[in-house]
């Protein structure tokens, strides 16, 4: 007989964002004509940088000359990248990364989950409500966690709530635990967290022993100059944190795939034996064994990010989705809606009114105005009555969109 992970059967009914597709089918299917706007996934619509895809068209005539041809490369990432990174994206903000650190890969979600190869059984962990539901269910599939309650919590973590009641901060537990999973700027809420915020977490994780793991995929849409960037931007947190990020929200990677993971190698943890073990050798271990690097074309179009006009270009991506998330948070706010987030990410985090439930508002909004966003709920207990809409989309499609939810929410339409 066949056995099966088991623990898959342990998850909810529907990973978030297929759940959300079914309802948009099926409503689609009724309603051939309906112009849908789809503002619930944080996927790109631009173009890749002009800096980027001038690079991948050289890489691809490079792979059609036998001299300059490459076959597997590095399973960590080509030492050109990995070397542009450490100094642009971390030293040049006063982080203490080498470029042996850097691991070049297909996305932050991936790795955010297969993380947990080298990690073992029996950690207590917490994670923010809401919370990117990636870290959750990998945890689940791993069976770190028991069976989820009519809420969806499941036993086993430690939920840390962030709501307006908290200004979306979430409080350092009052037990021990081993593994943290911390998002900044946030998703889905688009929250950010100071220097003081962040140096209390690692504080606390190296009072504790506890691992910090630090997604910072949004980074890039920090406008604030105090916020920091990356958790290496505080003291101590080489010594209890891995911190994820990806090109695929910055240069629009999310169909090309490439990110980047950063392990110290001052990194350690005590094994059951007493032993510290490095976790940096863990990782490339696994790396080595389980992947194969991401392609040399990839890597060529993520290293000219990092050139002038690739900086330049990718500055301006930025920019507009930025200007797309201050028009949704405006034309909300002018609806009579409470919003958050938005300001340095490209999220908007929506109170639903008039006592809707997440859903409730979903099917509203798709149903009256054909536009899609992402039900709270789905990230966790304490989403229930918020909604999260994305400025991943065009300036045209928004500014319907807008125009749409506003005359079914505002006293007044809207012109």
Request: hydrophobic share 40%; net charge negative; charged share 20%.
């Amino acid at each position: 007989m066949v056995r099966i992970n088991e623990n898959y059967l342990k998850l909810k009914a529907g990973y978030l964002f297929p759940e959300i597709a079914r309802r948009v089918n099926k409503f689609v299917e009724a309603n051939p004509d309906a112009p849908i706007i789809k503002l619930g996934i944080g996927d790109v619509t631009e173009p890749l940088p002009e800096a980027c895809r001038e690079a991948m068209t050289r890489a691809i005539a490079d792979m059609g000359d036998r001299s300059s041809f490459k076959g597997y490369g590095p399973e960590q990432g080509y030492a050109w990248l990995r070397e542009k990174i450490a100094a642009q994206d971390f030293q040049a903000r006063g982080c203490d990364i080498d470029p042996s650190e850097i691991f070049v890969s297909d996305g932050s979600k991936c790795d955010s989950g297969n993380i947990l190869d080298i990690l073992g059984k029996g950690n207590t962990i917490a994670v923010t409500d809401p919370v990117y539901p990636v870290y959750v269910d990998t945890n689940v599939m791993a069976g770190n966690t028991g069976p989820a309650d009519e809420s969806g919590r499941y036993d086993g973590l430690v939920y840390l709530p962030i709501s307006a009641d908290n200004d979306f901060t979430a409080q350092i537990p009052s037990e021990k635990v081993d593994l943290i999973y911390l998002c900044f700027p946030n998703n889905p809420t688009g929250a950010v967290a100071s220097k003081a915020q962040l140096q209390a977490w690692v504080d606390y994780a190296r009072k504790n022993g506890s691992l910090i793991l630090f997604d910072a995929a949004y980074e890039a849409f920090i406008t604030e100059d105090e916020i920091p960037h990356s958790i290496y931007e505080i003291d101590g947190a080489r010594d209890c944190a891995i911190e994820f990020r990806s090109f695929s929200k910055n240069a629009g990677f999310t169909g090309t795939r490439c990110a980047l993971t950063v392990v110290p190698k001052s990194l350690t943890v005590t094994a059951s034996d007493g032993s510290e073990v490095q976790l940096w050798s863990l990782w490339n271990r696994r790396q080595s064994t389980k992947f194969n690097g991401v392609s040399y074309i990839v890597q060529r179009g993520a290293e000219a990010v990092y050139s002038e006009a690739g900086r330049a270009q990718t500055k301006a991506l930025i920019s507009f989705y930025l200007e797309n998330a201050k028009i949704i948070r405006d034309k909300l706010t002018e609806a009579g809606l409470k919003v958050y987030g938005g300001i340095n990410a490209p999220y908007v985090w929506v109170q639903t009114p008039d006592g809707l439930s997440s859903w409730d508002f979903f099917d509203k909004l798709l149903q009256s105005c054909n536009v899609v966003g992402t039900p709270g709920s789905g990230f966790g207990a304490v989403g229930e009555g918020y909604f999260r809409i994305s400025a991943f989309n065009s300036r045209e499609n928004v500014n319907e969109a807008m125009k749409r939810i506003g005359n079914v929410f505002s006293k007044q339409p809207v012109a």
